[in-house]
Protein backbone atom coordinates (compact mmCIF):
# COMPACT_ATOMS: atom_id res chain seq x y z
CA UNK A 1 0.00 0.00 0.00
CA UNK A 2 0.99 3.28 -0.54
CA UNK A 3 2.14 5.31 2.31
CA UNK A 4 -0.85 7.16 3.17
CA UNK A 5 -2.32 7.08 7.00
CA UNK A 6 -5.65 8.95 8.27
CA UNK A 7 -6.58 9.62 11.68
CA UNK A 8 -8.76 9.44 13.59
CA UNK A 9 -10.16 5.63 11.71
CA UNK A 10 -13.30 6.06 13.98
CA UNK A 11 -14.77 9.24 15.66
CA UNK A 12 -18.72 10.00 17.34
CA UNK A 13 -19.16 13.48 17.25
CA UNK A 14 -22.48 15.97 18.22
CA UNK A 15 -24.24 18.59 16.29
CA UNK A 16 -22.75 21.54 15.92
CA UNK A 17 -18.99 20.82 17.13
CA UNK A 18 -16.00 21.08 15.02
CA UNK A 19 -14.25 18.13 13.63
CA UNK A 20 -10.60 17.83 11.72
CA UNK A 21 -9.60 14.70 9.87
CA UNK A 22 -5.84 13.99 9.10
CA UNK A 23 -4.40 12.60 6.32
CA UNK A 24 -0.75 11.87 6.23
CA UNK A 25 1.51 10.81 3.44
CA UNK A 26 5.10 9.37 3.22
CA UNK A 27 5.38 9.51 -0.87
CA UNK A 28 6.31 13.19 -0.96
CA UNK A 29 3.09 12.94 -3.97
CA UNK A 30 2.21 16.49 -4.88
CA UNK A 31 -1.72 16.03 -5.24
CA UNK A 32 -3.82 15.23 -2.28
CA UNK A 33 -7.78 14.85 -1.83
CA UNK A 34 -10.48 14.47 0.05
CA UNK A 35 -13.50 12.41 -0.98
CA UNK A 36 -16.98 11.25 0.93
CA UNK A 37 -18.49 7.57 0.05
CA UNK A 38 -21.88 7.16 0.78
CA UNK A 39 -24.07 4.18 -0.09
CA UNK A 40 -25.67 4.75 -3.78
CA UNK A 41 -23.29 7.55 -4.78
CA UNK A 42 -19.84 5.83 -5.17
CA UNK A 43 -17.31 8.47 -3.96
CA UNK A 44 -17.53 11.59 -4.20
CA UNK A 45 -14.92 14.54 -4.12
CA UNK A 46 -15.39 17.53 -1.49
CA UNK A 47 -11.83 19.20 -1.80
CA UNK A 48 -8.31 18.66 -3.39
CA UNK A 49 -4.79 20.14 -2.92
CA UNK A 50 -2.25 20.81 -5.96
CA UNK A 51 0.75 21.86 -3.69
CA UNK A 52 1.42 23.53 -0.01
CA UNK A 53 -1.43 25.77 0.35
CA UNK A 54 -3.04 25.37 -2.73
CA UNK A 55 -6.57 23.78 -2.65
CA UNK A 56 -9.53 23.90 -4.95
CA UNK A 57 -13.43 23.21 -4.56
CA UNK A 58 -14.61 19.72 -5.40
CA UNK A 59 -18.09 18.49 -6.40
CA UNK A 60 -19.50 18.75 -2.55
CA UNK A 61 -17.57 21.60 -0.46
CA UNK A 62 -20.38 23.15 1.51
CA UNK A 63 -19.58 22.53 5.37
CA UNK A 64 -16.00 21.52 4.41
CA UNK A 65 -12.72 23.23 4.76
CA UNK A 66 -9.27 22.37 4.34
CA UNK A 67 -5.48 23.19 5.05
CA UNK A 68 -2.24 21.83 3.31
CA UNK A 69 0.76 23.24 5.40
CA UNK A 70 2.87 21.06 5.26
CA UNK A 71 3.51 18.50 1.74
CA UNK A 72 2.72 15.23 3.88
CA UNK A 73 -0.21 16.53 6.05
CA UNK A 74 -3.91 17.60 4.36
CA UNK A 75 -6.38 18.36 7.22
CA UNK A 76 -10.36 18.49 6.55
CA UNK A 77 -12.09 20.62 8.72
CA UNK A 78 -16.41 20.06 9.60
CA UNK A 79 -16.56 23.39 11.24
CA UNK A 80 -20.19 22.46 12.69
CA UNK A 81 -21.02 18.69 12.26
CA UNK A 82 -24.55 18.27 10.97
CA UNK A 83 -26.23 14.54 10.17
CA UNK A 84 -26.04 15.20 7.00
CA UNK A 85 -22.38 14.61 6.93
CA UNK A 86 -22.43 11.28 8.44
CA UNK A 87 -20.04 9.05 6.13
CA UNK A 88 -16.90 7.52 5.67
CA UNK A 89 -14.14 9.75 4.07
CA UNK A 90 -11.36 8.45 2.38
CA UNK A 91 -7.96 10.71 1.45
CA UNK A 92 -5.85 9.93 -1.46
CA UNK A 93 -2.70 11.28 -3.11
CA UNK A 94 -1.21 11.12 -6.95
CA UNK A 95 2.09 12.43 -8.31
CA UNK A 96 0.19 14.12 -10.94
CA UNK A 97 -3.10 15.29 -11.65
CA UNK A 98 -3.10 12.44 -14.57
CA UNK A 99 -2.43 9.45 -12.86
CA UNK A 100 -4.19 7.19 -10.59
CA UNK A 101 -4.88 8.02 -7.24
CA UNK A 102 -3.94 6.12 -4.09
CA UNK A 103 -6.79 5.85 -0.99
CA UNK A 104 -6.09 5.69 2.33
CA UNK A 105 -7.97 3.45 5.03
CA UNK A 106 -10.85 5.62 5.62
CA UNK A 107 -12.29 7.57 8.73
CA UNK A 108 -15.86 6.79 9.60
CA UNK A 109 -17.26 9.69 10.81
CA UNK A 110 -20.93 9.37 13.10
CA UNK A 111 -22.59 12.69 13.86
CA UNK A 112 -25.25 12.25 16.10
CA UNK B 1 -18.83 16.73 -18.80
CA UNK B 2 -17.29 13.31 -18.48
CA UNK B 3 -19.17 10.82 -16.41
CA UNK B 4 -19.47 7.12 -15.92
CA UNK B 5 -22.80 4.27 -16.17
CA UNK B 6 -22.46 1.39 -13.84
CA UNK B 7 -25.14 -0.86 -15.28
CA UNK B 8 -25.29 -3.35 -12.41
CA UNK B 9 -25.72 -2.52 -8.56
CA UNK B 10 -24.96 -6.05 -8.18
CA UNK B 11 -23.38 -8.61 -10.03
CA UNK B 12 -23.28 -12.41 -8.13
CA UNK B 13 -20.94 -15.37 -9.71
CA UNK B 14 -19.90 -19.10 -8.99
CA UNK B 15 -16.54 -19.44 -8.04
CA UNK B 16 -14.44 -20.42 -11.29
CA UNK B 17 -16.97 -18.94 -13.47
CA UNK B 18 -16.11 -15.52 -15.61
CA UNK B 19 -16.82 -12.33 -14.25
CA UNK B 20 -18.15 -9.17 -16.46
CA UNK B 21 -18.06 -6.14 -14.99
CA UNK B 22 -20.10 -3.38 -16.76
CA UNK B 23 -19.05 0.21 -17.58
CA UNK B 24 -20.15 3.15 -20.20
CA UNK B 25 -18.42 5.97 -20.22
CA UNK B 26 -19.70 9.41 -21.31
CA UNK B 27 -16.26 12.11 -22.55
CA UNK B 28 -15.86 14.71 -25.44
CA UNK B 29 -12.42 13.70 -25.78
CA UNK B 30 -10.25 10.55 -25.60
CA UNK B 31 -10.63 9.39 -21.85
CA UNK B 32 -8.55 8.04 -19.10
CA UNK B 33 -11.12 5.26 -17.62
CA UNK B 34 -9.91 3.35 -14.35
CA UNK B 35 -11.37 0.45 -12.14
CA UNK B 36 -11.02 0.36 -8.30
CA UNK B 37 -12.06 -2.35 -6.24
CA UNK B 38 -13.01 -2.19 -2.80
CA UNK B 39 -13.14 -4.81 -0.08
CA UNK B 40 -15.54 -4.77 2.84
CA UNK B 41 -13.95 -2.21 5.54
CA UNK B 42 -11.10 -1.03 3.34
CA UNK B 43 -9.70 1.95 1.14
CA UNK B 44 -9.90 1.83 -2.68
CA UNK B 45 -7.06 -0.32 -4.67
CA UNK B 46 -6.34 0.73 -8.33
CA UNK B 47 -7.05 -2.34 -10.41
CA UNK B 48 -5.82 -0.88 -13.70
CA UNK B 49 -5.91 2.17 -15.89
CA UNK B 50 -6.64 2.93 -19.43
CA UNK B 51 -4.65 6.19 -20.95
CA UNK B 52 -4.93 5.70 -24.83
CA UNK B 53 -1.94 3.24 -25.52
CA UNK B 54 -3.08 -0.61 -25.91
CA UNK B 55 -6.99 -0.87 -25.30
CA UNK B 56 -6.94 -4.17 -23.67
CA UNK B 57 -5.74 -3.32 -20.43
CA UNK B 58 -4.45 -6.09 -18.05
CA UNK B 59 -4.42 -5.21 -14.40
CA UNK B 60 -4.07 -7.25 -10.97
CA UNK B 61 -5.65 -10.09 -9.66
CA UNK B 62 -6.46 -11.86 -13.28
CA UNK B 63 -8.38 -8.89 -14.29
CA UNK B 64 -8.48 -6.83 -17.61
CA UNK B 65 -10.30 -4.56 -19.31
CA UNK B 66 -11.30 -3.17 -23.16
CA UNK B 67 -11.88 0.06 -23.99
CA UNK B 68 -14.45 -0.01 -27.13
CA UNK B 69 -14.59 3.59 -28.22
CA UNK B 70 -17.40 2.59 -30.86
CA UNK B 71 -19.72 1.62 -27.72
CA UNK B 72 -18.08 4.34 -25.15
CA UNK B 73 -18.22 0.84 -22.93
CA UNK B 74 -14.78 0.11 -20.65
CA UNK B 75 -16.31 -3.30 -19.19
CA UNK B 76 -14.20 -5.04 -16.57
CA UNK B 77 -13.75 -9.18 -16.99
CA UNK B 78 -11.95 -11.91 -15.59
CA UNK B 79 -11.92 -15.55 -16.91
CA UNK B 80 -12.69 -17.47 -13.65
CA UNK B 81 -13.47 -16.05 -10.56
CA UNK B 82 -12.45 -16.50 -7.55
CA UNK B 83 -13.97 -16.22 -3.34
CA UNK B 84 -11.10 -13.43 -2.60
CA UNK B 85 -12.97 -11.15 -5.63
CA UNK B 86 -15.78 -10.71 -3.66
CA UNK B 87 -15.55 -6.43 -3.44
CA UNK B 88 -17.32 -3.66 -4.75
CA UNK B 89 -15.84 -2.65 -8.33
CA UNK B 90 -15.76 1.34 -9.00
CA UNK B 91 -15.43 2.22 -12.64
CA UNK B 92 -13.81 5.67 -13.10
CA UNK B 93 -13.39 8.55 -15.33
CA UNK B 94 -10.64 11.31 -15.35
CA UNK B 95 -12.17 14.82 -15.94
CA UNK B 96 -10.32 17.82 -18.38
CA UNK B 97 -9.27 19.29 -14.50
CA UNK B 98 -7.78 15.82 -13.98
CA UNK B 99 -10.03 15.14 -11.21
CA UNK B 100 -11.80 11.30 -11.00
CA UNK B 101 -15.71 10.91 -11.59
CA UNK B 102 -16.85 7.98 -9.45
CA UNK B 103 -19.92 5.39 -11.07
CA UNK B 104 -21.97 4.34 -8.13
CA UNK B 105 -20.34 0.88 -8.00
CA UNK B 106 -20.94 -2.99 -8.70
CA UNK B 107 -21.18 -5.21 -5.70
CA UNK B 108 -19.83 -8.59 -6.85
CA UNK B 109 -21.02 -11.55 -4.95
CA UNK B 110 -19.10 -14.95 -5.74
CA UNK B 111 -20.80 -18.23 -4.38
CA UNK B 112 -18.78 -21.30 -3.37
Known amino acids: DAGITQSPRHKVTETGTPVTLRCHQTENHRYMYWYRQDPGHGLRLIHY???????DKGEVSDGYSVSRSKTEDFLLTLESATSSQTSVYFCAISETGGKGQYFGPGTRLTVT | AQSVTQLDSHVSVSEGTPVLLRCNYSSSYSPSLFWYVQHPNKGLQLLLKYTSAATLVKGINGFEAEFKKSETSFHLTKPSAHMSDAAEYFCVVRDKTDKLIFGTGTRLQVFP
Open chain 1, 49 to 55: SYGVKDT
